[in-house]
């Protein structure tokens, strides 16, 4: 089973969220989460006013290759994604998502640890440099995107630069992969 966080890995809600910012209130913050600091006071303020009201459209900020690749591994996958979205947002952000297969999503607010402790999955795939070490530490197999903000964690996890590199890294269980085709590479992981 794999667990896979949302915001920052299926959709760039950071390049949405800023848009909405600079547009709206005429600001010119980075696109870039690395590079926020922000300097706006009441951000939660912000934010809750933003997914307020551009839920029904984040979608269009889904990361390039996902669906391919998101697609691909639930076929060998049960994937469940748990996220930290305000549940009041939940039927928007199912409807966001409806291009991808998942067994299950869950809105944690804040208890993602605990909620994937019970699930016990084999793969997590996540952002946050805090949950990639912790995930990590507990004996679960953590892919993370390349970012700014997840530089140093390298003996955390395995980082991917998109979600076809990260597919590759779960198919070939971290095989290096020159082009050729690998005669196991039919058989995929066990679950």
């Given at each position: 089973m794999i667990v896979c966080d949302i915001d920052g890995v299926i959709l760039h809600i950071s390049r949405h969220f800023t848009r909405w910012y600079n547009k709206k209130y005429h600001k010119?913050?980075?696109?870039?989460?690395?590079?926020?600091?922000?300097?706006i006071d009441n951000v939660n303020v912000y934010f809750k006013e933003f997914f307020d009201t551009c839920t029904p459209h984040i979608y269009d900020y889904i990361f390039d290759d996902v669906e391919q690749y998101f697609n691909k591994l639930s076929e060998k996958y049960t994937i469940w994604l748990v996220t930290a979205f305000p549940e009041e947002h939940k039927f928007d952000r199912i409807e966001n998502l409806s291009?991808?297969?998942?067994?299950?999503?869950?809105f944690s607010k804040n208890k993602k640890i605990d909620i994937v402790e019970k699930i016990k999955p084999r793969i997590c795939i996540e952002d946050k440099p805090e949950l990639?070490?912790?995930?990590?530490?507990?004996?679960?197999?953590?892919?993370?995107?390349?970012?700014?903000?997840?530089?140093?964690?390298?003996?955390?996890?395995?980082?991917?630069?998109?979600?076809?590199?990260?597919?590759?890294?779960?198919?070939?269980?971290g095989r290096k992969v020159y082009g050729k085709k690998d005669n196991n590479s039919e058989k995929g992981l066990v679950h």
């Open positions: 010119g913050i980075s696109e870039n989460p690395s590079h926020w600091r922000y300097g291009k991808i297969n998942y067994a299950n999503i869950i990639i070490e912790y995930f990590h530490k507990a004996g679960i197999k953590v892919y993370y995107p390349e970012r700014n903000y997840t530089k140093g964690l390298n003996g955390y996890g395995i980082k991917f630069l998109n979600w076809g590199d990260l597919y590759n890294k779960i198919h070939y269980n």
